[in-house]
Nanobody, 131 residues
Framework: QLQLVESGGGSVQPGGSLRLSCTAS????????IGWFRRVSGAEREGVSC????????DYADSAKGRFAISREDAANTVYLQMNDLKPEDTDLYYC????????????????????????WGKGTRVTVSS
């Protein structure tokens, strides 16, 4: 069973940077699309950035475009979220999630954060942006 562990959160000043890591165990990561989500309120989560199993397709929330970059290193079973130019409104609990979506011939990548199928979740890492 796939298990995900997030790390890299912390407290930074506005304009600072953090790199979040999502490390998987229990299954090779290359069969999965991986997404980063933030907790909006209660159990509601909002997609920040998601990447396909191939790494060729990437989705960003409007708030993340130009500031955040998602990448994957399957040999290390890890997906990263580089967060630059952080703003106070980025403060939140950030989760990574996995969706079984292997690369198949003649089949579009399944990777968008808004799609269903994110079935494995980590416990989150907190990002605080404050002066």
């Amino acid at each position: 069973q796939l298990q995900l562990v997030e790390s890299g959160g912390g407290s930074v000043q506005p304009g600072g940077s953090l790199r979040l890591s999502c490390t998987a165990s229990g299954s090779p990561l290359n069969y999965y699309a991986i997404g980063w989500f933030r907790r909006v309120s209660g159990a509601e989560r909002e997609g920040v950035s998601c990447i396909s199993a191939s790494g060729d397709s990437i989705d960003y929330a409007d708030s993340a475009k130009g500031r955040f970059a998602i990448s994957r290193e399957d040999a290390a079973n890890t997906v990263y979220l580089q967060m630059n130019d952080l703003k106070p409104e980025d403060t939140d609990l950030y989760y990574c999630a996995a969706r079984f979506a292997p690369v198949l011939p003649n089949t579009p990548d399944q990777y968008r954060c808004s799609e269903f199928g994110w079935t494995s979740w980590g416990k989150g890492t907190r990002v605080t942006v404050s002066s």
